[in-house]
């Protein structure tokens, strides 16, 4: 099997090398085809790898970066300060082909705009958009953007839904379903934009476009793939995760208050493993940057050990789909699609 290099930002995060080297350790372990540059202080990540056993360190090696982008650090700054932290010469790694993907848990902004600008936007996509995963009533739901871009254009919204849906087809979704997000389901709901982004996209005739969708319906499978800005995105996946978070600490709470309840909870361990393994947000961490020519994965800044390692696994899968060079072959159904609309 062809090894897969992952380039990984080994700094960024809140918990930085710590939490990103065992993550790597762990992806190693599971995917034997993966190698893995980590991108970063060298003696800092040098203290880390010190017992690293023989079978791992042949396919991990430190690439010195001296900076570290941080998450007050403003993005249009980061295109000319901070020219060697790690976030940076990982993306020049993918750059010049010397990965297949970046993996970075630090700042979205400055991740999004370093991306435009070392690895450039595929022709015909206005800006990126960060996709990912969420669970849903019989399997996963996928959205898109998550807050590269907090306002979006019609024509941006239209992007976003092509990208989502050739992303599932190339997983192996046959006609991806594929909604806008709105505050109602009939046509005269939500902003100028969405509207006229709804008016590109029922001409679509390459798109499975099924119409508007509510934020309760998203749960319900009723669509594949689920459009919006990246303001309504993000408020959208910070909420799902709360509640998750929330209704887990509750259960836990009202499970132990009666020794009934807590023999009751003992005798069904398995089925509450099995709901918070499926439930679980560090399940679902890892998001890719659709548009730009290579392949990006974004983390949770937050991420644990376990999260972490479920972006690593995502960037591994994606980079074998190929998935930017794809979507630049398929970019030609957007041609004139928003503009005879108007």
């Known amino acids: 099997m062809t090894a897969t290099w992952l380039a990984v ?6 918990y930085g090398p710590r939490v990103i080297v065992p993550a790597c350790f762990s992806a190693l372990r599971r995917n034997s085809s993966l190698q893995i540059i980590l991108v970063g202080d060298p003696a800092r990540l040098s203290l ?6 023989a079978e791992l360190s042949a396919r991990l ?18 295109l000319r300060g901070k020219p060697d932290s790690s976030m940076r010469v990982a993306l020049q790694l993918v750059h010049d082909g010397q990965a297949a993907a970046c993996v970075s848990a630090g700042n979205t902004g400055a991740l999004m705009a370093l991306a435009r600008h070392v690895l450039k936007v595929i022709p015909g996509i206005d800006r990126p958009a960060i996709m990912t995963s969420l669970p849903a009533a019989s399997g996963p739901v996928h959205l898109l953007d998550l807050g590269a871009n907090v306002d979006a254009t019609a024509d941006q919204l239209v992007q976003f839904a092509l990208m989502g849906s050739l992303a ?11 909604a806008l997000l709105n505050i109602g389901i009939e046509s005269i709901k939500g902003s100028q934009q969405v509207r006229l982004a709804a008016s590109c996209l029922e001409q679509a005739g390459s798109l499975n476009y099924t119409g508007y969708i509510e934020a309760d319906a998203v749960f319900r499978n009723e669509a594949d793939v689920v459009v919006c ?6 408020v959208l996946l910070k ?4 509640v998750a978070r929330l209704m887990a600490s509750q259960l836990r709470e009202e499970a132990g208050r009666t020794l009934w309840r807590k023999l009751l909870a003992l005798l069904n361990r398995g089925l509450w493993r099995e709901l918070g393994q499926r439930w679980s947000p560090d399940r679902y961490n890892g998001a890719a940057l659709l548009g730009v020519n290579g392949l990006v994965i974004k983390s949770h800044g937050g991420a644990g050990e376990r999260a972490f390692l479920a972006a690593l696994e995502l960037a591994a899968r994606m980079s074998r789909e190929d998935l930017p060079a794809r979507l630049a072959q398929r970019l030609d159904a957007l041609d004139g699609l928003c503009r005879a609309a108007r």
């Open 9 to 14: 930002d080994a700094m960024s995060g809140d």
């Open 48 to 53: 880390l790898l010190t017992n690293t056993p």
């Open 61 to 78: 090696r430190v690439h010195p970066a001296t900076e570290v982008v941080l998450m007050e650090d403003p993005p249009a700054r980061m």
């Open 168 to 178: 599932l087809e190339l997983d192996g979704v046959v006609q991806p379903r594929v």
């Open 229 to 234: 800005d990246g303001f309504t995105g993000n």
């Open 239 to 242: 909420t799902t995760e709360g």
